[in-house]
């Protein structure tokens, strides 16, 4: 470990490690060190909950590089279990804790990668051995070898978006009875109401309990279970899997200068924030949504790669514009793909745009083929002139294709007339003559 180096980076996963990589082709000599808190770096978070139900055969293989290995491909030091205090940026020092105790580490340009904790709530302890999250590879083992070594019977969930869905699969497939509670009146709101209704229908064909607007005030370990209270009682459960939703690890930066917007760094189009030689990316910064035209917080792995590379081909000498991003987003739940890209209903209004829905439903494939199954797909077009805004989808497996398709007509500012007569490929495995996306355009 050096006392400075030429560019240091906190935090060790996607946005850190991508832009190590970028940086290390640009500047063949420059010393790099990479500051992570834990011991594991360069994991699929993703892929948590399908380690859980061992559909992943194993949690080692969400971990894309050990911190020697990735050292020694990127001619970094990575700096295990060193936890960043503070910042400062005048003195271009950040304070470590390390495991021999605190450390002044000096730099000429920074990176923050540090990611997102899930978000905890308050009346929850969470010392309890039967309360777990699910953000990190330990997390997803904790789970994993509780359900092992207890056999729970019935687990409950806190928070209907994807982590939640997710888990609930995954608890399902091993044997659990699953009860998902959620304060809002459907799960994953950003979804149109017919898709989420379909994620309900599928909650019902599969045996979970949904319980929608429906808030959780207390949470107890007994010593034989975990009481869960609400305003319409009390339930009792072997395991608890709270999934709230995340927020930025930013909490060392304060007094640093560096700005931010409700903890989310803010950064420009090139990853740098408004303090020289210091720049951010992924789950702790704000991204430029090219639809709203603003800043948000989308905290997305395939985002949060990209940000890291341009951050690194920045730090390092390029000059290069992140253009943002349009919120593309996809998850399976059982046997079914739900999709989205672009805005929501929600987004649409608070943003003002005068918008319309168009909805089709259409055959996977060839109605007759074997396999053929239901996809639909919603876009919301501005009234104005047709510009599709956003589209959602839920469909087989296998159809999730679409939604990319629809993102890359969102990105482009197409209009639902020009998508309604393009040239989709055809052929009866593979697709219908008229497929879900250009038949919804062509209802706009």
Known sequence: MND???????????????????????????????????????Y????????ISENVKSFDDLIHFDGPTFGQKTKSDV????????????????????????KEIGYEKLMLGTGAPAIRLPF????????????????GRAIHEFIKREKPRRAAIIGAGYIGLEAAESFREMGLEVTIYEALDRPVPRLPESLSKSIVSQMQQHQIEFLSNTAVKSVK?????????????????????VAVGVKPATGFLEGSGIEMQKGAIVVDQYGATNVADVYAGGDCALVYHKILKKAVYYPLGHTANKQGRIAGMNMSGDRIAFPGIVGTQVFKFFDRAYALTGLSQKEAKEAGYD???????????AGYYPGSDKVKMTLLLDRKDGTILGAAMFGPLDSYGLIDAASALVNMGARADEVAWMDFAYAP????????????????
């Open 124 to 139: 929850i302890d969470y010392s309890s051995s039967r309360i777990f999250e699910l953000k990190t590879v330990p997390d």
């Open 4 to 42: 400075s180096y030429k560019y240091l980076i906190i935090g060790a996963d996607a946005a850190g490690n991508s832009a190590v990589g970028q940086i290390r082709r640009n500047d063949k000599d420059g010393t790099i060190g990479i500051l992570e808190k834990t011991e594991i770096i360069s």
């Open 355 to 365: 918008f319309e829905e168009a909805s089709a439903m259409r055959p996977s494939r």
């Open 221 to 241: 370990d007994t010593g034989k279970g975990i009481e869960i209270g609400t305003e319409a009682g009390n339930a009792t459960f072997d395991l608890l899997l």
């Open 44 to 51: 699929g978070a993703c892929g948590l909950p399908y380690a």
């Open 79 to 102: 700096l295990l279990n060193h936890e960043a205090i503070s910042v400062n940026t005048e003195k271009k020092v950040v304070l470590v804790r390390t495991p021999n105790g605190e």
């Open 429 to 444: 495995p593979f697709a219908p003559v008229w497929n879900a996306l250009i038949s919804a355009a062509g209802k706009g």
